[in-house]
């Protein structure tokens, strides 16, 4: 159903409705007194429910007309474009979702039925009898909205003043009150202001991006860590603004948001759009509907900002785009990196990549001349890639219990001489990876998953890293009923950080680790007092391999650079290049040059070996080359099968029938395997068991996968998820 030739539908008509409801297919209604249009979001009854649907074509049903149910309510919003819709039905049949959960996705804003809510705002009127400089800065802060009216919210952070001092101005007649939607359009952003001066190199870039504006085409913008990439990509939002059209930037991870929103008030004089999940239900519903209404030009979220009904979208950047968060892995399992692709290439978008290490698919895409690849070479200014070296631990014996070596605790010695800042590099959250029983070997797993529990002294709780599960840390085996005889195996962050702090009592050490913050605004805070330079020693997981900038930070010491080389995982090698390379670019980004130490027992390994040379060309053409040879992607195509139940029995016999009922892959040419236990074999209590299916490039995978399994019915409480391009095999 791509091609309309209806577009508006007399009352009375039938007409076909998608909901947000788990169903198969579309729900005929009765067009409602004044008639609906193609796209037009609705209210329709549903058994005793209302519920939201969208106005999809004709009626398809031979139900007679009388017999249908009236559409309750036509939503005061733009319909919905052809473009976005085109896009839902798309991304549905690459996915294998059903469209409604597509349709779920686009309509993700709370309130959206409850209609315009009015608020107060605020205009200038006469001219205030005495004109204090804060008075003088409100007026300001109009001129710099157009004249807009504003929110007493809006004005008091604009002028930093109080809100007694609007009160006041309005009481004098200075400011007219009046009422107006709540959902006001965002502040204008003005792309002719100066940007930074940009470097040749910087130049040349954002030259080729602004040719490129306002037609679909992919450019992969690879720099190095501090490169200035940032500052390239905010020039091809500027030239999108400028043909008047809207800008979408993605980025992986809240804690980054706000100093990249300080970097575009600072270019445009305005804040943008936010969308993330930390945004209250008011912000995501203006923000849904300015979307629409095109009064938001530049967005600025998370992978789901890619489904809101911009109105005329130009440009998409995926920053980091490598970034793992791209993919989601529950519910509706896209890749927002490649959906936002698939939509631009609908709109008549740009799309700009940018990464450091970008993925081993942009690679190849980019190396093939699908994707266009532009290269910052250098550091902007003075700063330069940190020195890399490895540490050999293979002749050293260290003591029990300690992680640091010789090395590496002489090189922090250095630093906190000169008053500069190290980071301890562990991708290990909590005190211990592994608890044992010394008397008997017992080691404490989750009674609900197959996963070891992970001691966290700072909970004081043991931990289960699948579910999310705590117990209390015991004192006695659990087995054998020894007294004290439990004890921790391996590192964690937090054990580092006790070993950091014996080491060197006197420096001031801060931990990063996503479960010792309550909220992203604490984190934030850390982050920025860190960078502020509160802190000598850094401790840290991959939250800090993202992009923070610390400018006083001149080492990074890698504690464990071999783990994740061993995870038996397609991506390990790439992702321990990517996360290594990231993590060493935290170092020296200023005017000091830094020094990155790998701790290893294979300095000759391969990928390390790529690392420490900065070969990173080399390290791709290694790798492409091996998944080449294997047709692994993107040579070829993968699609898993994740069936999960919890009857093992029951998942297993789907999973059997399943691998032996294949003719329509056999049919491509494709191979199946399994079914096997997943790598986790057990979630909350839920067994799984998956199916790998491997395609050549061109198969229609997903044809062949929706032939496949029509009509399987999984029993019981079994549940099948397909998961198309999988990034993670567990
Ligand atoms: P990347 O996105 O490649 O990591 P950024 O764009 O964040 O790099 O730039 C790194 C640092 O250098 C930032 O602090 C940025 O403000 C600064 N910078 C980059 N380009 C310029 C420029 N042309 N003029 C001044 N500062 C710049
Ligand atoms: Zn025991
Ligand atoms: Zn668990």
């Known amino acids: 159903m791509s091609v309309f030739a209806v577009t508006s539908f007399a009352p009375g008509q039938p007409v076909a409705v998608l909901t947000t409801q788990p169903l198969d297919r579309f729900l005929d209604y009765r067009a409602p007194e004044g008639g609906v249009r193609l796209g037009d979001f609705v209210e329709v009854p549903l058994g005793p429910r209302k519920v939201l649907g969208c106005v999809w074509g004709e009626a398809e049903g031979d139900f007679p007309v009388e017999k249908l149910r009236p559409i309750t309510r036509v939503l005061d919003v733009p319909p919905m474009r052809d473009e976005l819709r085109e896009f839902l039905v798309r991304a549905a049949d690459y996915t294998l979702t059903p469209l409604s959960l597509m349709l779920f996705l686009a309509t993700r804003a709370p309130g959206l039925f409850s209609g315009p809510q009015m608020i107060r705002v605020y205009r200038p009127g006469e001219p205030p009898a005495r004109l204090t400089e804060a008075r003088r800065r409100v007026l300001d802060v109009f001129e710099g909205y157009g004249g807009a009216a504003l929110t007493v919210g809006e004005i008091t952070r604009a002028a930093d003043v109080t809100g007694s001092v609007v009160h006041t101005m309005a009481a004098q007649g200075a400011l007219i009150e009046a009422e107006a939607p709540k959902d006001q359009p965002y502040p204008l952003l003005d792309p002719s202001l100066p940007s930074k001066t940009l470097s040749d190199d910087q130049a040349a870039a954002a030259e080729v991006l602004k040719s490129r504006a306002d037609a679909f085409g992919v450019t992969l913008l690879k720099g190095v860590t501090g490169s200035g990439k940032t500052e390239v990509y905010l020039e091809a939002v500027a030239e999108c603004l400028r043909k008047g059209r809207q800008a979408l930037v993605l980025l992986p991870e809240?804690?980054?948001?706000?100093?990249?929103?300080?970097?575009?008030?600072?270019?445009?004089?305005?804040?943008?759009?936010?969308?993330?999940?930390?945004?209250?239900?008011?912000?995501?519903?203006?923000?849904?509907?300015?979307?629409?209404?095109?009064?938001?030009?530049?967005?600025?979220?998370?992978?789901?900002?890619?489904?809101?009904?911009?109105?005329?979208?130009?440009?998409?950047?995926?920053?980091?785009?490598?970034?793992?968060?791209?993919?989601?892995?529950?519910?509706?399992?896209?890749?927002?990196?490649?959906?936002?692709?698939?939509?631009?290439?609908?709109?008549?978008?740009?799309?700009?990549?940018?990464?450091?290490?970008?993925?081993?698919?942009?690679?190849?895409?980019?190396?093939?001349?699908?994707?266009?690849?532009?290269?910052l070479h250098a550091r902007f200014g003075v700063a330069e890639l940190p020195e890399m070296r490895a540490l050999d631990l293979r002749g050293q014996k260290l003591p029990h219990g300690r992680w640091i070596s010789e090395g590496l605790k002489a090189a922090v010695d250095e630093r906190l001489a000169n008053k500069e800042q190290s980071l301890l590099f562990l991708n290990r959250r909590g005190y211990a990876p592994v608890t044992t029983c010394r008397a008997c070997g017992h080691q404490i797993a989750c009674s609900q998953?197959?996963?070891?529990?992970?001691?966290?002294?700072?909970?004081?709780?043991?931990?289960?890293?699948?579910?999310?599960?705590?117990?209390?840390?015991?004192?006695?085996?659990?087995?054998?009923?020894?007294?004290?005889?439990?004890?921790?195996?391996?590192?964690?962050?937090?054990?580092?950080?006790?070993?950091?702090?014996?080491?060197?009592?006197?420096?001031?050490?801060?931990?990063?680790?996503?479960?010792?913050?309550?909220?992203?605004?604490?984190?934030?805070?850390?982050?920025?007092?860190?960078?502020?330079?509160?802190?000598?020693?850094?401790?840290?997981?991959?939250?800090?391999?993202?992009?923070?900038?610390?400018?006083?930070?001149?080492?990074?010491?890698?504690?464990?650079?071999?783990?994740?080389?061993?995870?038996?995982?397609?991506?390990?090698?790439?992702?321990?290049?990517?996360?290594?390379?990231?993590?060493?670019?935290?170092?020296?980004?200023?005017?000091?040059?830094?020094?990155?130490?790998?701790?290893?027992?294979?300095?000759?390994?391969?990928?390390?070996?790529?690392?420490?040379?900065?070969?990173?060309?080399?390290?791709?053409?290694?790798?492409?080359?091996e998944r080449e040879a294997l047709g692994m992607p993107p040579y070829g195509r993968l699609a898993g099968i994740i069936l999960s139940s919890s009857s093992l029995e029951q998942a297993f016999d789907l999973g059997n029938h399943l691998a032996m009922n294949a003719d329509p892959l056999l049919a491509i040419g494709a191979q199946i395997f399994g079914p096997a236990p997943a790598p986790i074999a057990r979630v909350r209590g839920r067994h799984r068991v998956r199916l790998l299916i491997k395609a050549a490039k061109g198969a229609p995978l997903q044809a062949a996968i929706r032939q496949w399994l029509a009509g399987i019915k999984p029993p019981g409480d079994t549940r099948l998820a397909v998961d198309i391009d999988p990034q993670n095999f567990w």
């Open 254 to 375: 809240i804690g980054l948001t706000e100093g990249f929103l300080e970097r575009v008030e600072a270019r445009f004089g305005q804040r943008p759009g936010e969308w993330h999940s930390g945004a209250t239900m008011t912000e995501r519903r203006r923000l849904w509907r300015m979307a629409g209404e095109g009064r938001v030009q530049l967005v600025v979220g998370a992978r789901s900002a890619l489904f809101l009904p911009y109105r005329d979208l130009g440009l998409i950047v995926i920053d980091e785009e490598h970034d793992g968060s791209y993919k989601q892995d529950e519910g509706v399992l896209y890749n927002a990196r490649d959906m936002a692709v698939l939509r631009a290439s609908l709109a008549q978008a740009q799309v700009v990549l940018a990464s450091a290490t970008p993925s081993l698919e942009s690679w190849a895409n980019a190396q093939s001349g699908k994707y266009q690849r532009l290269d």
């Open 449 to 625: 998953c197959d996963a070891r529990m992970v001691e966290h002294r700072f909970l004081n709780r043991l931990m289960c890293h699948q579910c999310g599960a705590t117990a209390p840390i015991p004192t006695a085996c659990p087995d054998c009923k020894t007294e004290g005889s439990m004890h921790p195996i391996g590192p964690g962050v937090e054990r580092l950080e006790e070993e950091t702090r014996a080491t060197w009592p006197e420096a001031r050490v801060a931990v990063l680790s996503s479960d010792l913050f309550g909220s992203a605004r604490a984190l934030k805070e850390q982050i920025a007092s860190i960078a502020g330079g509160e802190a000598d020693i850094v401790i840290g997981t991959q939250l800090v391999a993202k992009g923070h900038n610390f400018p006083l930070l001149t080492l990074v010491g890698v504690i464990d650079a071999d783990l994740g080389l061993h995870g038996g995982d397609l991506r390990a090698a790439e992702r321990t290049f990517q996360l290594i390379r990231q993590v060493a670019g935290r170092a020296g980004r200023h005017d000091k040059p830094g020094l990155a130490l790998l701790q290893t027992h294979q300095p000759d390994h391969p990928v390390i070996q790529a690392i420490l040379s900065g070969d990173d060309e080399g390290f791709w053409r290694a790798e492409a080359a």
